[in-house]
């Protein structure tokens, strides 16, 4: 051995020795934002999160690359809302060659044909603690950090729900008209508004009909409706008809299925988004 190859030898040795082994995190990848968000918050410094959906993405016509089952193989979690939401995952699990995956589908328990599980805030919170249990069935050693995360944010979406149900039982007008794909319809009902949306389906591939769209303004100018809501990451084209053609203004109310790059750089998180939808909903249905 070399001088010099001696002295790194006995280099690495010492660093080997005095300094900690770097925490170990938990590697996890979920499909859309809220997953994302609802994981960083329960996993905070313990836990590694990678949102699969590139920015802006559409996520109801997303199809996965060959480079997100890579992403996917290197990790010990992978989330994803439900078999409606992600059509593509079961099929996109099997091709993940990996023994140590733990595949945790949140929105499971929730069968209906509506698969935006997330905004329904109970809802939420129960996906919020399958993906804590995930975390506790693979990193048993930070078990009580998880339920102390999880209940924080159990919390937080309680609160929400609390400023929902206050706030929207007192609104004059009860007619949410949505220039969107049919994703409010759990919000809708647990606030006991009428839900509309431009668009007949649960995903935004088929757009409205012209007839669809004059049955919804005769909808909008019988029920005198001010504000129509457009929706995040498609183009609010249908939203801009129907203010054009009816003097309603538009307000936005967004799913949160995916964010752009900017709102994902902020830092923007799932709450805030659902507390400006409130702040939306408050005025577009004139509520005291
Ligand atoms: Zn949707």
């Given amino acids: 051995m070399s001088k010099k190859s001696a002295f790194l030898f006995f280099l690495i040795l010492l660093l080997n020795s005095t300094l900690p082994a770097a925490e170990k995190k938990l590697t996890v990848v979920t499909t859309l934002f809220p997953l994302y968000d609802f994981a960083r918050n329960i996993g905070q410094d313990k836990v590694a999160v990678t949102l699969l959906l590139p920015p802006g993405i559409e996520a109801h016509s997303y199809e996965p690359s060959a480079g997100d089952v890579l992403k996917v193989s290197g990790a010990e979690i992978f989330i994803y809302t439900s078999k409606l939401m992600e059509p593509w995952a079961e099929k996109f699990v099997r091709g993940v060659d990996s023994n140590k995956l733990l595949v945790v589908e949140a929105g499971e328990y929730f069968t209906a044909k509506d698969p935006h599980t997330w905004l329904d805030f109970s809802k939420a919170l129960a ?3 399958r993906i804590r249990d995930a975390f506790i069935a693979k990193d048993v050693a930070n078990k009580f950090f998880y339920l102390a995360t999880a209940k924080q944010y159990n919390k937080m ?18 007619v949410l008209i949505h220039g969107g794909h049919f994703a409010f319809g759990y919000l809708a009902q647990r606030y006991r508004l009428r839900y509309i949306a431009a668009y007949k389906g ?3 591939e088929a757009e409205p009909t012209p007839r669809n769209l004059a049955e919804l303004v005769d909808t909008i100018k019988q029920y005198k409706v001010k504000y129509i809501f457009y929706e995040e990451l498609i183009s609010p084209r249908v939203a801009e008809v129907l203010a054009q053609e009816t003097g309603a203004q538009l307000l936005k109310l967004s799913a949160a299925h995916n964010l752009t790059r900017k709102e994902l750089d902020r830092g923007v998180s799932f709450i805030e988004i659902m ?9 577009g249905l004139l509520c005291q």
Avoid: R
């Avoid at 309680?158 to 007008?173: F, H, I, P, R």
């Avoid at 507390?275 to 005025?283: C, D, G, I």
């Fill in 127 to 129: 996906m919020v603690n």
């Fill in 275 to 283: 507390k400006a939808n409130l702040e939306n909903l408050k005025k």
């Fill in 157 to 174: 979406l309680t609160d929400l729900d609390a400023e929902y149900q206050k706030t929207l039982v007192g609104c004059q007008n009860k």
């Fill in 202 to 204: 649960f995903s935004p």
